[in-house]
């Protein structure tokens, strides 16, 4: 039996090839869309990331191994070690116990030089202020900041200089909202 070329099975082949670029153009603009909205940054080497980034949950004692990294890295696990030990009363098992974990929560990442390990933070100290600060504001201020700055303001003795830089800091972001509803 020979088939031409209009033939329903043919036709039903080009429909669903058809339907399948269709789809995959669909992705793609949602992708690049998406892509465009995102300001997620490596901290390594600076470049856009694909996907939305989760910023993990870091604990007190954890703050201290990514403060280290921060500041220096890459870095062995001996010289986390070493910058902690003056600084805290934790053993050696510790350290790298909260290592470990930052590695696991995606946090610090590592490379292997020969037999050591050198590891580097995959978030900013700046992307992990916020997240703690978003979590802190949903923790007690019902998300909401307004509460939660007049009760430091009324708690806190702020210098002029301190406050000049408040009122810089409120009247940018009034700014910038009145941006957003033009």
């Not at 900013?124 to 979590?135: F, L």
Request: aromatic content about 6%; proline content about 3%.
């Amino acid at each position: 039996m020979k088939m031409a070329n209009g033939s329903p099975i043919i036709r039903k082949k080009l429909d669903i090839a058809n339907e399948k670029s269709a789809i995959e153009a669909q992705i793609k603009v949602l992708v690049k869309k998406n892509y465009k909205n995102l300001n997620c940054k490596c901290y390594r080497c600076n470049s856009k990331e694909t996907a939305m980034k989760r910023t993990p949950k870091i604990s007190e004692a954890e703050w201290e191994v990514m403060k280290v990294l921060w500041s220096t890295s890459p870095a062995t696990a001996n010289d986390i070690v070493k910058r902690l030990s003056g600084k805290t009363h934790w053993k050696r098992e510790t350290i790298r116990t909260l290592i470990n974990r930052l590695v696991q929560k995606k946090a610090v990442g590592f490379e292997k030089r020969g037999r050591q390990y050198h590891y580097f933070p995959l978030v900013t100290e700046d992307e992990c202020i916020r997240a703690e600060a978003r979590s802190f504001l949903k923790r007690l201020g019902g998300g909401s900041i307004e509460p939660m700055l007049v009760a430091f303001v009324e708690e806190e003795r702020l210098s002029p200089e301190k406050i000049t830089r408040l009122r810089r800091i409120l009247k940018k972001a009034a700014d910038e909202g009145k941006k957003t509803e033009e």
